[in-house]
């Protein structure tokens, strides 16, 4: 299978708070881990990878946290902002055909309010 | 880091015409590119790979007839909707990656498609 499941649909915290937003996935043959944020109108916008030999991975204040054995990734942002506002979709890649290709969740929306 | 640029953002046609995208790789050379259509608040589905200098491979669903693609350099890759109706609108991203290595897939901007 190919699928990457993403939850939740939708998620409202406040601003400072820590939204988690969590992907699972089925097929142990994908091997590269990448959140996009996106805002409405705009194409993706990478925001943190990981590969399935790492467990959490920081940048700023995005973490992703992975659990190879129970085949879910999680994304954390911490002191969320107003600004953080926006569709969030987990993503995995898998080599199919005759090259790699991500295939993605069904995405947050996530609402930070002031 | 790696810029891909997405043209016309906004493009309006009438039903039965013609409508061609272009996405450039503004600082890298892009082996492979990939066109994604998304639609409203729905995630975004692969539609065809393309290696630079051979034919696209088009997802299963996809026509290749209606959505022709060209990625004739490493750098520009242009996907044209044949005899576009209504139902072809639509949200289309495409998305560039630097050799065949399985990381840094750069997305353009999109390009929202209204057929009328």
């Known amino acids: 299978q190919q699928q990457v499941k993403q939850s939740p649909q939708s998620l409202i915290v406040q601003k400072g708070g820590i939204p988690i ?13 990448p959140w996009y944020q996106q805002f409405p109108g705009k194409g993706p916008a990478l925001l943190i990878a990981i590969r399935p030999d790492v467990s ?31 569709t969030y979709f987990c993503a995995a890649s898998i080599y199919g055909g005759s090259n790699y290709k991500l295939t993605f969740g069904k995405g947050t929306l996530l609402t930070v309010n002031p | 880091g790696a ?4 043209h016309p953002s906004r493009v309006i046609c ?47 669903g996809v ?4 959505f022709l693609i060209n990625h004739a350099s490493l750098t ?21 990656r630097e050799g065949l290595l399985n990381y840094g897939y750069t997305f353009g901007s999109g390009t929202r498609l209204t057929v009328v």
Not at chain 2, 63 to 66: A, G, L, N, Q, S
């Open chain 1, 21 to 33: 937003i969590n992907c699972a996935y089925e097929n142990t043959a994908f091997d590269y881990f």
């Open chain 1, 56 to 86: 959490e991975k920081k940048e700023g204040r995005f973490t992703i946290s992975f659990n190879k054995s129970a085949k879910q990734f999680s994304l954390h942002i911490m002191d969320s902002q107003p600004g953080d506002s926006a």
């Open chain 2, 3 to 6: 810029v891909v640029s997405q």
């Open chain 2, 14 to 60: 009438k039903s039965g015409t013609s409508v061609k995208i272009e996405c450039r790789s503004l600082d890298f050379q892009a082996t492979t590119m990939f066109w994604y259509r998304q639609f409203p608040k729905k995630s975004l589905m692969l539609m065809a790979t393309s290696n630079e200098g051979s034919k696209a491979t088009y997802e299963q």
């Open chain 2, 63 to 66: 026509e290749k007839d209606k």
């Open chain 2, 76 to 96: 520009l890759s242009t996907l044209t909707v044949t005899s576009a109706h209504p139902e072809d609108s639509s949200f289309y991203i495409c998305s560039a």
